[in-house]
Each structure stands twice: as C-alpha cells, then as structure tokens.
C-alpha cells in the first residue's frame, strides 16, 4: 500500500480492510492509523545495493566480505560523533503528512552548527565511500526522505555497526527491536544521550540474531502470527 494510496488509486480500500476475512495488512511508508495496517521497512532495496555486495541474495544482504569490512571498525574505535549525509530538501510527501515535509531541512538545521556532535558530508559522494564513511561513526542519522521510512540508510548504518538515530512516526514500531535510537525531537540529542545510548545498544551490533532481526524472514513471521 503504497505513501497517499487514496491519492493516486481508486479502489475500495476500507472496505477491503474491513473485511472479517483480513487480519492484518502490513506495509511500507504507513502514513496513517488502523488497527488492522502495520508498518513493515523497506530494507535495502536491491538496486541500492552497493557494488562490493553485488550478486548477493537481496533478502540478505550480508556476505563474508561485508562482515570483514564492518567487523573492521570495532564500534569503541569509531569517531564517537554522529554522521550525516543526505540532501535536505528531499521530502515530497502526498499531502497526508504535511508535519512531515521539512523533514530533513529541519535536521539539517538542528545539527549543522552542532560540531561538537555531528560531522557533516556533503552529499552525492560515490555510493561505496558514503557506506565506507558511515561505518566509521559509531551513530548515523537517519531523517527519512520521500517516503516516511528511514531506510535504506537504517539499514545501511546497522549493517555497517553504526547505531541508527530516527525520529519517532508512524514506521517506528517496525523498527524498535533493533539496536537503534528513536526520538520524539531532534533536541533530545545530547553529548551525555549519545553516552547512554551507546552503552545501551552497542552490544547488540555485535549480537549473532542481529542478522535474524532485519531479514525477510524476521518480518515473515511477525506477519504469520498474525493468523495464531
């Protein structure tokens, strides 16, 4: 179901989702409320994969070659700051979340002059060296883009064992089980949370399951249960 659906299809929807029949309907980008519609991520789409994982299973992105190169910079030896990379006018939602259209301006905005905290990179670097430099960060931020999902830049950072910050929408409960950072303001960033946080979530990314967590089959199983 696709981000402002009513907009562009013309089908009885909320009859569809009222049916006794239906359990549950999971989708990317949820940009509203239902008991019965769920969130699930976008992951990292095949196209986006990057060269060096080129060729793999795309509903596991993980290869002995990408966890050498992670596993290479162990999370203490990381620049202990957060890093971002994106272009800040980028939103362009339907006009279902208008909260939701400065986005990544207002990020960009809230962190720039934050040096103490935040390393910027100007974007449209090649796609190998935007991942190659996020893994050197022990935090990336992750304001999403078109869509309200974060990803495939939280997928990207969690892969690489930086740990994800995201501000809290409609997509967050899909994503709460990982080893990541879920605002309610961009404000509550600190020197003194980063701390915390990191004590908190940096040894989940060495953790076995971790892999289990972002894949296909994690989310397959969630969507099974619905029929328990």
């Not at 013309?10 to 980008?29: C, G, Q």
């Not at 690489?160 to 990541?180: C, D, F």
């Not at 289990?212 to 249960?225: D, I």
């Amino acid at each position: 179901m696709p981000l402002g659906f009513e907009k562009f299809f013309d089908f009885r929807w909320k009859d569809i989702i009222s049916n006794r029949h239906l359990r549950a309907w999971f989708t990317e980008n949820l940009d509203l409320v239902h008991e019965k519609i769920r969130p699930i991520p976008l992951g990292i789409p095949f196209p986006d994969l990057p060269s060096w994982l080129a060729g793999t299973n795309s509903s596991t992105v993980w290869t002995d070659d990408f966890a050498a190169l992670a596993d290479s910079w162990k999370h203490a030896s990381r620049i202990p700051k957060i890093f971002g990379c994106w272009y800040p006018r980028v939103n362009h939602h339907s006009g279902t979340c208008p909260e939701e259209d400065n986005e990544r301006q207002n990020a960009y905005d809230t962190f720039i002059n934050r040096k103490e905290l935040f390393d910027w990179h100007e974007p449209g670097m090649d796609r190998n060296n935007f991942i190659a430099a996020m893994g050197r960060y022990r935090f990336v931020l992750c304001p999403h883009g078109g869509g309200l999902d974060p990803n495939p830049k939280c997928w990207e950072a969690l892969i690489m064992g930086a740990i994800p910050i995201v501000r809290r929408n409609s997509m967050s409960e899909a994503l709460e089980h990982l080893p990541l950072v879920v605002v309610d303001e961009w404000t509550e960033i600190t020197r003194e949370m980063l701390d915390h946080w990191e004590a908190r979530h940096a040894p989940a990314l060495e953790a076995e399951n971790l892999r289990h967590l972002m894949s296909n089959e994690y989310f397959y199983r969630k969507m099974e249960a619905c029929l328990d």
